[in-house]
């Protein structure tokens, strides 16, 4: 194979909108930059960011410009110049002749050079301005969205982050957001189309890709472990199928293992074989039952899909590393996701994204980039650019079994309903006909949604169809409605403004003191454009409900607290959520919390903060999303019920235990009964059965004071370890915080292998919220109620980088001060907040 070539270090320069209209015309300042990158990542590696002064990077022309040697090379030889990605209105240079003009940042180009290359050579790329490009005068929307400022986007095949005023940060796409590269070689193999389909109990995989080659071609062959089948070659077209008798199967994380199959294609040639390297191939029968709502089965088990809505690695990049992308991910499977949603508003993720997500077994539900506009597809122009994006993205995504649901856009038929649109221009032709047959036939075997929301007799009802449910949330709604909403399906949910840790607090307001009324802070709380609220209104609505305190009193006059309290707030609205959703009382299949990860630094929607770090509300959600799970759901006048699921194909033996408490460590009531749950199944049982007798177990009958605070519900395996378990709080207030002793909490930690740390808790006495923190480390729990003399055990793993001792700090919602406890000494400090 031919040694790749290399590009001298990439620059870029602003100009004027339309200044130069070919390279070496008076261009202005050019300044390094990163390849893939774009231009906000080459000015924050400058120093040169500011998001409360952001430059108008749509209201300019970019340059960028590289150069690059070439070696003697064979005769007819083949030569082409890639760009996976280019941001967005781009014309491209290549020794001064104009070789491509692209006008979608979603679609790839090959261009081939090999009549224009030399052996120095120049590649100079112009990025349009956009903003220059929306006053074009062009045709006037049926009906205008919020969600941006100019209706014209509607033209344009780019990304809508950094464009949305109400919630993203002002960072748009403008650049060559992925790769540039030279391809050639004596053999290249492009145009890849690979599929794999279950046809009863056989894998059978389809090939189809276009091969160039100054070389003879004698065979070729596809291989699929160990197992191979001869392809035919005509016309420059490879084409073959391969047949594999009962496959291992792929499945999500949460139901078994996600078995991938390697596989090559190898050319033999009058000059030796020549290999390709395929993506891991995965069999998988994907299915959906839609009656009366919309549930997702693979491999003829039913799958509970939750997870959550995908933005950005990076908002500066469209990208990351494999390594911050294998820590996400895996930050998500940990967390019991066993689906992520990328959604229109957003941007097709990058290869490594769908490698990882088949490796971990985490489905995908990937949206067209397409949201809440009247997008012009009767426009032959745009009609045949969007298809072109359409066929070479079901190309790319149907080498992945992860991919498993396509939807046509994100909120155009919820937009153009509520806006009192009739109902045959809710969806045009393209997303109802066009673009479901493309899916069917470049990725058979998948589902196809034609709008997040639809179905119903309005495309946001809940009852049918797939929704976007903030009944809590935004329209502050309460948990005795979540039975009457009848949720199926929701494939965005729950947003709530979740406070990040410390450390980014203090690097959102630049090291002044944290008060959330100031303009650093609002200015990255989400909100929707137009409306008189924002989402932290929403979260502070929850406050009062949940801790029976005021907002606006707590954080004029002790903000410690109320971040401390709101930092819970909203998980716990979640944590509740999904209980209700997994019950047996529930018909729900699937939710999808609206953001996995903020775009920037911000008490966003994300239960990960920009850096990475889980908020409170990723560990709340992870202990509601475990594959062998307990909930309890409040039944009023009919006690509380326990649910037992396990979705893993064995069956568990075990016990499950009730104890009512009387704070802060009075036992009522405890009893338990032995519990066989079989594999893929659900049990649900009544706590007054359970205690054999009425305790008046959640305060509904209420006959005089109180007798206990807590229901602590507990499922035990055969070994007596704690599978999941789970709480019912009888009083809604604020914890009173009491004086912390040395006697109140055991801590200890211990060193494990690979830079890994043990911490255990033993407490006399209930504990609200435990709150763990060290600096330089992530624990795999974190805010959990601790129960009186049980052993809780807590591992600490290093972030990237750190070599340092750990040195944990413990505290609780209910105790006042924090205690630290490091490797060195079983012993532990106290010492108290001031």
Not at 418 to 438: S, T
């Amino acid at each position: 194979m031919t040694e790749p070539v290399h590009f001298a270090p990439w620059a870029c320069c602003a100009q004027a909108p339309g200044a130069s209209t070919e390279p070496g015309a008076g261009q202005g300042d050019w300044f390094a930059a990163e390849v893939p990158g774009t231009v906000a990542s080459a000015l924050r590696a400058r120093g040169q960011w500011d998001h409360q002064n952001p430059p108008d990077l749509d209201g300019q022309d970019w340059w960028y410009r590289t150069s690059f040697a070439t070696t003697a090379r064979m005769a007819d030889e083949p030569c082409a110049l890639c760009f996976d990605g280019l941001a967005s209105l781009a014309d491209v240079w290549l020794n001064g002749e104009l070789i491509l003009s692209s006008n979608n940042m979603f679609r790839s180009h090959r261009v081939d050079v090999a009549r224009v290359l030399r052996d120095e050579n120049e590649l100079v790329i112009c990025f349009r301005s956009l903003t220059a490009d929306l006053k074009k005068k062009r045709p006037r929307p049926r009906w205008k969205t919020n969600l941006v400022n100019n209706q014209q986007l509607r033209w344009q095949r780019t990304s809508l982050l950094g464009r949305i005023p109400g919630w993203s940060p002002p960072v748009p796409a403008v650049g060559p957001w992925r790769e540039v590269r030279l391809e050639r070689a004596p053999v290249l193999l492009t145009d890849i189309q690979k599929t794999a389909l279950l046809v009863g109990d056989e894998g059978v995989v389809s090939f189809r890709a276009r091969v160039a080659s100054s070389l003879k071609i004698l065979s070729a062959r596809l291989q699929i472990d160990g197992q191979f089948e001869e392809l035919e070659c005509e016309d420059d077209v490879l084409r073959g199928e391969l047949r594999i008798q009962h496959p291992e199967l792929w499945w999500p994380h949460t139901h078994g293992v996600p078995a991938l199959h390697d596989g090559k294609v190898i050319i033999e040639t009058s000059a030796g074989p020549h290999e390709f390297p395929l993506e891991p191939t995965g069999f998988r029968r994907i299915e959906v039952c839609d009656d009366p709502g919309f549930a997702i089965h693979v491999n003829g088990e039913r799958i509970y899909c939750r997870g959550a809505c995908w933005t950005t690695n990076d908002i500066f990049t469209l990208g990351g590393t494999v390594e911050s992308l294998r820590q996400d991910l895996t930050l998500a499977r940990d967390a019991g996701m066993n689906m992520l949603r990328i959604g229109g508003t957003m941007t097709y993720e990058s290869d490594a994204f769908y490698r990882l997500c088949d490796e971990l077994g985490i489905l995908v539900w990937q949206d067209f980039m397409f949201a809440n506009m009247d997008y012009p597809a009767e426009d032959a122009a745009f009609a045949e650019n969007i298809t072109i994006e359409a066929k070479q993205q079901l190309d790319r995504f149907a080498q992945h079994p992860c991919v498993a649901v396509y939807c046509g856009n994100s909120e155009i038929e919820q937009q153009a309903a509520m806006l009192g649109m009739a109902r045959e221009l809710w969806r045009n032709g393209w997303f109802g006909e066009k673009l479901p047959a493309l899916c069917s036939l470049h990725h058979p075997g998948t589902a196809y949604v034609p709008s997040s929301p639809s179905g119903g007799v309005l495309p946001f009802h809940t009852r049918t169809g797939v929704t976007h449910y903030y009944g809590i949330g935004a329209y502050l709604r309460s948990l005795r409605e979540l039975r009457q909403a009848d949720v199926k399906f929701t494939s965005e949910c729950l947003g709530f403004a979740n406070i990040p840790e410390t450390e980014t607090i203090d690097e959102i307001m630049g090291g002044l003191m944290p008060v959330m009324h100031h303009p650093r802070w609002k200015q990255r709380v989400p909100r929707d454009t137009g409306a008189g609220w924002d989402f932290e209104d929403v979260r502070d609505h929850y406050l009062r409900e949940l801790f029976n305190v005021d907002p606006v009193t707590l954080r004029s006059f002790d903000m410690p607290r109320y971040l401390e309290l709101s930092r819970v707030a909203s998980g716990e609205m979640m944590a509740r959520t999904f209980a209700e959703w997994r019950s047996g009382h529930s018909r729900n299949a699937g939710a999808l919390v609206w953001f996995y990860k903020d775009l920037w630094p911000a008490a966003g929607w994300g239960i990960v903060d920009s850096a990475g770090t889980p908020k409170a509300a990723y560990y709340q959600l992870k202990r509601a999303w475990q594959t062998r799970q307990l909930t309890l759901t409040d039944e009023g006048l009919d006690g509380l019920h326990v649910h037992l699921s396990n979705e893993t194909a064995e069956a568990v033996e075990g016990f499950v235990e009730v104890q009512l408490l009387r704070e802060p460590n009075v036992v009522v009531a405890r009893h338990e009964i032995a519990l066989k749950v079989d594999g893929r199944a659900l049990e649900m049982r009544s706590v007054d059965e359970i205690l054999g007798s009425f305790f008046d177990v959640n305060y509904a009958y209420r006959f005089g004071p109180q007798s206990h605070h807590v229901v602590i519900a507990t499922w035990f395996s055969a070994e007596r370890e704690v599978i999941s378990e789970s709480f019912h709080l009888t009083r809604t207030r604020d914890p009173v915080a009491q004086p912390l002793s040395a006697e109140m909490l055991d801590a200890k930690v211990e060193a494990l292998c690979n830079g890994r740390y043990q911490l255990t808790l033993k407490s006399d006495r209930f504990l609200h919220n435990v709150r763990l923190s060290a600096k330089g480390y992530l624990p795999d729990d974190n805010y959990f109620h601790l129960v009186p003399d049980r052993i809780k055990t807590v591992s600490f793993s290093p972030c990237a980088g750190v070599s340092r001792v750990i040195e944990v700090y413990v505290e609780a919602l209910n105790v006042a001060g924090e205690i630290s406890v490091e490797p060195r000494s079983a012993s532990h400090e106290t010492h108290h907040d001031t």
